[in-house]
């Protein structure tokens, strides 16, 4: 089992910054691929409506963003802490949702990531 935690969301104007982190405990976090996903308001709640933003490889020299965040977003971990982070510039009052980290394989999908955190709230005022 591994158990996910994020935190850092929050109210932020447009063009503005914020930096979500996410502690894994219950396995050996640098054998794990990360992965960040959102969920916006009004989107239909499931599990497979939320929409990928980037992935890490299990030593983090691997990365793969969507296009709606690429250039935007970064994705990091460090396996000390047992943390990968998602770095988040310019938001857009589009960015509005909640965030969630997962671990899995390497993929896109919701269903390539057996766990999941419980989700941060991000909301970006215009």
């Known amino acids: 089992q591994v158990q996910l935690v994020e935190s850092g969301g929050g109210l932020v104007q447009a063009g503005g910054s914020l930096r979500l982190s996410c502690a894994a405990s219950?396995?050996?976090?640098?054998?794990?691929?990360m992965g960040w996903f959102r969920q916006a308001p009004g989107k239909e709640r499931e599990f497979l409506a939320r929409?990928?933003?980037?992935?890490?490889?299990?030593?983090?020299?691997?990365?793969y963003y969507a296009d709606s965040v690429k250039g935007r977003f970064t994705i990091s971990r460090d396996n000390a802490k047992d943390t990968v982070y998602l770095q988040m510039n310019s938001l857009k009052p589009e960015d509005t949702a909640v965030y969630y980290c997962?671990?899995?394989?390497?993929?896109?999908?919701?269903?390539?990531?057996?766990?999941w955190g419980q989700g941060t709230q991000v909301t970006v005022s215009s």
């Open positions: 929409e990928f933003l980037a992935v890490i490889s299990w030593s983090g020299t691997a990365t």
């Open positions: 219950g396995r050996p976090f640098s054998s794990l691929t």
């Open positions: 997962a671990a899995g394989a390497w993929g896109r999908k919701s269903d390539d990531y057996a766990y």
